[in-house]
């Protein structure tokens, strides 16, 4: 049975969606829609993270006031596409998967803290992975899109997409939060 479940893991991932609907607008109209890169932003990677990571904490309870619009200034195309779209990354693409620094895992979006590294495990799955969440940070919804039965998880503050949750996950909770690394960000513990 594990076999099967890690199989259809593999196969639908985290939170695997359909290849999207090409767009239908002509050809020349495709063209001039540019993506915001990084670049765009006038930051580096590395600046862009800072820049995100020092924003204040968000109260515990607190909803953000901030709209799709200024999440779209604040975030690249990218995180924009999964936090606010509810996209999926490429398995094994993200910086977190393979992270197992002690600190904690934030809200790319709005920067409330989501999971600490204590709950992280290594799922196999290509996405990073938590057996559980920190208190009334996160919240679940019933996601029943591509024909699948899926829960989703959003950050309690900002309602930002960060992947799915499963049962199959290891004690003492039994549940498998994986979340795309796009839709968090690091703070170390001793930064
Ligand atoms: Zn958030």
């Not at 890169?37 to 968000?58: D, F, G």
């Not at 930002?160 to 290891?170: A, E, I, R, W, Y």
């Not at 498998?176 to 513990?189: G, I, M, Q, T, W």
């Amino acid at each position: 049975m594990r076999a099967i479940i890690f199989a259809v893991a593999l196969t639908f991932g985290c939170n695997n969606q359909a290849p999207e609907k090409l767009s239908e607008q002509p050809d020349s109209e495709v063209r001039t829609v540019k993506s915001k890169t990084r670049k765009q932003l006038n930051q580096t990677p590395t600046e862009h993270l800072q820049t995100l990571k020092s924003r204040p904490i968000p109260e515990l309870g607190s909803k953000t006031t901030l709209s799709d619009e200024d999440f779209q200034t604040l975030l690249t195309d990218e995180e924009f596409k999964i936090l606010r779209k509810q996209g999926t990354e490429r398995a094994f693409s993200g910086e977190y998967n393979d992270h197992k620094e002690a600190g904690t895992y934030h809200c790319r979006a709005c920067n409330a803290p989501l999971y600490t590294s204590e709950t992280k495990f290594d799922s196999r799955t290509g996405w990073p992975s938590f057996w559980d969440a920190i208190e009334g940070r996160v919240e679940t919804r019933p996601d029943n899109s591509y024909g699948m039965t899926r829960t989703e998880i959003v950050c309690a503050h900002c309602d930002s997409h960060l992947g799915h949750v499963f049962d199959d996950g290891p004690e003492p909770t039994g549940l498998r939060h994986c979340a795309n690394s796009l839709s968090l960000v690091f703070h170390p513990e001793t930064p």
